[in-house]
C-alpha cells in the first residue's frame, strides 16, 4: 500500500488505474460522465414596479431571478415581453423602483449591486453602494433621480444620487443586521427591520433617525417588519415574514398607529387611487382599503397558492375594451399578472412573456418508483427523471428543496422556509394546493404538507433519513437563533413521534444516516441564515436512540471544522463521512475516528458522501471543487471531474447523479 500511495504521489500511475489494480470491488473502466442538461427551469419575480418603461409606455417592471437575473418589461394589456435586460454579476432581486425622472433601479443579492435603468442609455451598472454589503433588500424613489436602499449584513441605509454619488447613513440600529423594507415620503424615510421588528424614520436631510413605537400590545418577538409602503400620508407595515400576516397602518401626520388589517400579504399596497384608497391583497383577494373610513371592499379577485404575495402594484391604461380609464395591474411570483377595473369590475389573469431561468440544483434523491428526483434552489421546482435514458419526464412549480429522501412507498421533501416537510407519492397524480397554477379543486394534496418547525425557530430542513418505520429530520434554525431540531415522525399515526432542539448544544443538524434502532447526525456551528454568529468552535457527530429518544454519544470526527454535511454506511457497518477536505470512518462501537483520508485542506461547509452498493465505493462532492470516488477498502481515492459541485446521489442501477449548479450529470462506468 505504501509503494502504491508514493506511485501516485510522484505521478507514476494514475489514481483510476491505482483504484482499479488494488481494489477488485471497483470496476477497472474509467467512468463516462454524460451531461443531462437543465432539469430545473422556471419564472421567479421577486422586486416589481409599475412604471414607464421603453418609449414612456407604462409597462410592469420585474426582476427574475437567474445566471445571470434579468430586469423585465412586460406590457400590461397583452403580457407580452417589452424588454429584456442582462443584470450581469446579479443573481436577483427583491428591490425594484422608479423615481419620478423615469430612472429604475435595481437593487440584487449576494452581490449587493446596484443598476440603474434609463430610457436613454439603458442598464447602467453602478456596482456596489456599500463594499460591507452584499445584500439590498429594498429600494424606494425619492426625488428627482434619488434611490434610498436598505441592506444586510450589515443593517445599513444608504441613498444614490447619479448627481452627487452614494450616501451612507450607516446602521440604523446596534442590535440589527437587515434593513429589510424602506420608503420614503415628505422628506423622511421609512425602514424596517428584521426580529424583533422596528420601523424607523429617517430624515433624508439631516440623517435624524427615530424609531415609531409599535402598535398597542405588539410583540415584535419572532417577526420582521417585512414590508413598508407610504401612499397618501399613511404608512403600512406588515409584520411577519413571507407569509401573510397583520398589516398596521400608521397616520403620519398624527404621529400614530390608526388601524390593523388581518392576514395581508404584501409586499406592497398599490400607489393610492383619487381617493387616497390603496389596493392590496387580503386573506387571499385583491381589496381596496380606505385609510381614512377604515373601510375595506372586495373586488371578488381570488389570488391563491403559499404566495400569493404581489411583485410590483400600480395604474396603467390598457385600452380594451372592459377596462377604461385606468386598471390596477401586478404580477405575481411565476410570472402570471392580474388585472383589475374599479370601473366595471373586470378582472383577469395572463400568463406574461417572461422567460424562465435555469435553477441551481439544491437537493437530488431516488424516489421510491426508481426514477430520480431533483429539487432546486430559491424558484424551487420539483423534477422527475427517467433513470435509463436520464430524460426529465415530468416538471412542477414548488418550493426550495433542502433535501429529500424515499421512505415507504413515498418521496419525502424538506422545504425552505419554514422546516416544512411533505410526502409526494409518485402513484397520485400531482397536484400542489400551494404552488400548483390551478390546483385540483378538492382534491388531496400531493404532495401533502405532514409539518413544520416554524414554533421552533427552524427555517432549513437541511438533512432527510428513512429510520425504521419512521422519518427523521434534522434543521437549522432561523434568523437570530442557534441550535436545530432533531425530529421523528411517525406516518403510520401521521404525528411527530419526537422533536427535540439542541441536541447538539448551538448546533444545527445538516446530515444524518440510521443503522438498528440508532440516528447518526452531522452538526453544523452555523445557523440557516448567515448574519448569525456561532457559538461553538466545531462540529460534532452524535448517536441518538430511536426507541427512548435520547442522546447516546457525541464526538469530535475531525477537529476545526465547522460541518460535517453528509453521512453513510458502508457495506461493512462503518459510518462515514465528509467535513471540509476531510473524510473519515466511524466505529460506532467503539464510539471513535478509525479512518481518516485527507483531500485537501479545506475548512468548507459543503460536501456530498453516498456509498454505491453496486461497486462498494464511496463518491462524494469536496468542498464545492470536484466529484471524487474513495475506496472504504483501500482509503484510494481519485477525482473524477472537477466542478463547482455541491449534490450527489447515487441511483441503485449504480450511476452516480451530480449537479454543477443547474446542470445534471451521470457518471456511469
Request: aromatic share 10%; net charge negative.
Amino acid at each position: 500500500m505504501t509503494l502504491i500511495k508514493r506511485m501516485l504521489a510522484c505521478g507514476m500511475v494514475s489514481a483510476l488505474a491505482v483504484l482499479g489494480a488494488v481494489a477488485p470491488a471497483a470496476a477497472t473502466t474509467a467512468p463516462r460522465v454524460e451531461d443531462l442538461g437543465v432539469p430545473l427551469e422556471d419564472e421567479l419575480l421577486i422586486g416589481g414596479v409599475v412604471a414607464p418603461g421603453p418609449g414612456g409606455r407604462t409597462v410592469l417592471w420585474g426582476a427574475s431571478s437567474g445566471a445571470p437575473a434579468h430586469l423585465n418589461a412586460v406590457d400590461p394589456a397583452t403580457g407580452a415581453e417589452v424588454a429584456r435586460y442582462d443584470l450581469p454579476g446579479a443573481d436577483g432581486s427583491w428591490a425594484v423602483d422608479a423615481t419620478p425622472d423615469g430612472s429604475v433601479y435595481t437593487g440584487t443579492y449576494n452581490d449587493g449591486r446596484l443598476y440603474r435603468w434609463t430610457d436613454q442609455g439603458g442598464v447602467q451598472d453602478l456596482g456596489r453602494p456599500l463594499p460591507s454589503e452584499n445584500f439590498i433588500w429594498s429600494v424606494a424613489a425619492g426625488e428627482g433621480a434619488t434611490v434610498y436602499g436598505g441592506t444586510s449584513p450589515g443593517g445599513r441605509l444608504f441613498a444614490y444620487d447619479p448627481a452627487t454619488g452614494v450616501r451612507d447613513y450607516g446602521k440604523l440600529s446596534p442590535t440589527h443586521a437587515y434593513v429589510r423594507s424602506v420608503s420614503y415620503a415628505g422628506g423622511k424615510i421609512y425602514a424596517g427591520t428584521e426580529d424583533p421588528a422596528a420601523v424607523f424614520e429617517i430624515d433624508a436631510a439631516s440623517g435624524t433617525t427615530r424609531q415609531l413605537p409599535l402598535p398597542a400590545g405588539f410583540d415584535p418577538v419572532g417577526k420582521w417588519a417585512y414590508d413598508v409602503n407610504v401612499a397618501a400620508g399613511f404608512l403600512y407595515v406588515r409584520f411577519g415574514g413571507a407569509s401573510p400576516g397583520p398589516l398596521h397602518v400608521w397616520d403620519i401626520a398624527a404621529g400614530g398607529w390608526s388601524d390593523t388589517l388581518d392576514v395581508a400579504h404584501g409586499l406592497d399596497v398599490s400607489p393610492p387611487d383619487d381617493e387616497g384608497a390603496v389596493y392590496l391583497v387580503k386573506s387571499g383577494e385583491l381589496v381596496r382599503y380606505d385609510p381614512r373610513t377604515k373601510a375595506t371592499t372586495g373586488t371578488g379577485m381570488s389570488i391563491t397558492g403559499r404566495v400569493a404575495n404581489t411583485r410590483g402594484i400600480g395604474w396603467a391604461e390598457l385600452g380594451l375594451p372592459d377596462y377604461p380609464g385606468k386598471s390596477i395591474v401586478g404580477l405575481l411570483w411565476r410570472g402570471l399578472m392580474f388585472r383589475y377595473n374599479p370601473q366595471t369590475g373586470a378582472k383577469s389573469f395572463v400568463q406574461t412573456g417572461v422567460r424562465g431561468e435555469p435553477i441551481d440544483v439544491t437537493a437530488l434523491a431516488e424516489g421510491p418508483d426508481g426514477r430520480m428526483y431533483a429539487g432546486g434552489f430559491l424558484n424551487g421546482g420539483f423534477a422527475a427523471l427517467d433513470p435509463v435514458t436520464g430524460k426529465r419526464e415530468e416538471f412542477h412549480t414548488f418550493s426550495q428543496s433542502e433535501d429529500m429522501t424515499a421512505h415507504d412507498g413515498k418521496l419525502y421533501i424538506g422545504a425552505y422556509p419554514e422546516a416544512r416537510v411533505y410526502a409526494y407519492d409518485p402513484a397520485l397524480p400531482w397536484n400542489s394546493t400551494e404552488y400548483s397554477p390551478s390546483p385540483e379543486p378538492g382534491a388531496a394534496a400531493n404532495p401533502a404538507r405532514l409539518f413544520d418547525l416554524t414554533a421552533d425557530k427552524q427555517i432549513r430542513p437541511r438533512a432527510l433519513v428513512s429510520a425504521g418505520r419512521y422519518l427523521a429530520a434534522g434543521t437549522m434554525p432561523d434568523l437570530g437563533h442557534l441550535g436545530g431540531v432533531l425530529a421523528v415522525w411517525d406516518p403510520r399515526t401521521g404525528t411527530l413521534k419526537h422533536s427535540q432542539r439542541n441536541v447538539v448544544k448551538d448546533q444545527s443538524i445538516v446530515s444524518l444516516a440510521y443503522r438498528d434502532g440508532v440516528l447518526y447526525g452531522g452538526t453544523s456551528i452555523y445557523s440557516g441564515q448567515s448574519a448569525t454568529l456561532p457559538t461553538q468552535p466545531e462540529a460534532k457527530l452524535f448517536a441518538w436512540s430511536v426507541k427512548e429518544n435520547r442522546l447516546l454519544w457525541e464526538i469530535v470526527p475531525a477537529p476545526g471544522k465547522p460541518a460535517i454535511p453528509a453521512l453513510t454506511f458502508d457495506d461493512r457497518g462503518r459510518l462515514w463521512g465528509i467535513a471540509g477536505g476531510e473524510v473519515f470512518a466511524v466505529s460506532t462501537a467503539a464510539r471513535k475516528v478509525v479512518e481518516r483520508v485527507t483531500l485537501s485542506d479545506s475548512k468548507s461547509s459543503s460536501g456530498q458522501l453516498a456509498f454505491n452498493p453496486r461497486d462498494r465505493v464511496l463518491y462524494g462532492a469536496h468542498a464545492g471543487r470536484d466529484v471524487f470516488s474513495l475506496d472504504p477498502r483501500t482509503e484510494l481515492h481519485a477525482v473524477l471531474r472537477e466542478g463547482p459541485v455541491h449534490q450527489l446521489a447515487v441511483h441503485r442501477s449504480g450511476d452516480v447523479y451530480f449537479a454543477e449548479g443547474s446542470r445534471l450529470f451521470r457518471l456511469t462506468r
